[in-house]
């Protein structure tokens, strides 16, 4: 473009202190910004002013390649997305991709921009160019409804790696339940984001679409599926706000073991990066065929060997798991030497994040919610050999030295997650809901991994160790140190929360900036 450039302002920027910029960024990867428009708040009408900034800048930036995506007038910014290389002629910058211990690789800029003269006086700020860390959580606050984790909040929380999972399929283990599409529109609506492709994959159990199909379902049926609905919907959500751009495939089906072989099977078929499984049952739980759990694990064993990474929940009845024997238990199948076991936390009053514990540690009627994190030592499955450091024993006098769960933690308890049903807001959560967050994160790192380091059953590399003679976890993950056991009345102890590894957090919360750096490493 021949146009003349005047400087913007305010806009120079230092190189990182602590980052190296390592290549010039792709010219052709997509980058998107807001731009300020001069003039405060728009509070008691939109003036004729701002509208015709608005519609000159568009007009100016559309000459450049760049796409007007969205036109905010009130506060006076406008949303617009193109190229890198679109972005630097529009702006005369050169922005390129830095690497630094902090944050690993971003896209970042140096010096001062310029902005097309025609809008000089009229533009006020051009953000998103430059993906550097400016700030730092001292506390957390959800930002949802009643102080819930917003999709936000949650990429905060746990330093997400950019990307929106383009190019992965996402699983998602579904019993008997519902399906929504308007709640999932609505949800992505509220949170300005995109709505996922959602697949609905019966097997054996065809879950109604609307609340009309749901009550026609006989009676039984019906409880079942309203009481699966929430669960549906909090699985699927939380997913679609962290990985708007995956493929999601939810399975449906019966809540018998031929039901769990049947589901397996189907993702083994199709072979996602991940599976959330946000249900399980007691190990030793009578209930089972000794077959069943056999049959089952056998399938979970293809799927990691398939490097497909399924993410079950450890269970929200603490060290109990729901059977009042005094007895501690382990859930299954988070139990299984194949998958990663999802343990919970929660953000305690002072916006610490601590292991979750609300008494009496297991789920209960009680209005407020109760429960605790599931985790344990397994009565059957033996431990494997990349878990032999670990240094838990069982509860049970007469335990073995078995698996240990869970592998690691994410947002269980209060302040829960910011979601809709119904078309309301629903806060939910438990382990339930942490499950899903920990497969969003390996579907974000996946893709942004080297091909020959994608696709790789993750727990076992968590506990191997790296170059520094540490486990993998303690650099890609951030330990939860604090917080109450999780005993469940009964049994009255529960395994205690410690530094490092532990049997209610794991090795903790993810950090998944330096989860893709350990992981680009290994």
Known sequence: MSEQHRVLVGSARPAKADAT??????????????ISLRGKVATEGVPNERREDAEKTKTVLERYGLTVDDVRLQPGSIEASGSVSAMNAAFHTDLGIYRSAEQGEFRGREGELKIPAELDGIVTGVFGLDQRRVARRAVAKGSGFMGTFTPDDLEKQYNFPAGHGEGQKIGIAEFPGGYFDDD?????????????????????????????????????????AAEG???????????????PEAQISVYFAPFSQKGWIDLLDQVIADRPVCLSVSWGFPEDDPDWAQIGPAEIDKRLEGLAKLGITVCVASGDDGCGDGLADGRAHADFPSVSAFVLGVGGTMIDTSGQEVAWWQAPGHRTNTVGGTGASGGGVSALVQRPE??????????????????????????????GYDLTLLGKPAPNGGTSAAAPVWASMIARVNASLPASKQQRFLT??????????????RAACRDIATGHDNRSHPPAVGYPVTAGYDAVTGWGVPDGVALLKALQNS
């Open 386 to 415: 990349w878990q032999q450091q670990i240094q838990v024993d069982s509860l049970n006098p007469d335990g073995i030295k078995g698996r240990v769960v869970p592998d690691v933690a994410a947002l269980a308890g209060p302040p």
């Open 184 to 224: 999932l529109r609505a949800f992505c609506t509220g949170h300005n984001l995109p709505t996922p492709q959602v697949t609905v994959v019966p097997l054996g159990y065809n879950p109604p679409r609307s609340i009309q199909a749901l009550r026609q379902l006989p009676a039984q049926q019906m409880r079942d």
């Open 21 to 34: 910029r390592v290549r010039d960024a792709d010219p052709e990867a997509p980058v998107k910004v807001t």
């Open 460 to 473: 076992p590399l968590l506990y191997q160790s790296g170059s520094n003679g540490h486990p993998l976890a």
């Open 229 to 243: 609905l929430p669960e549906v919907m909090m699985d699927v959500q939380i997913i679609a706000g962290l990985c």
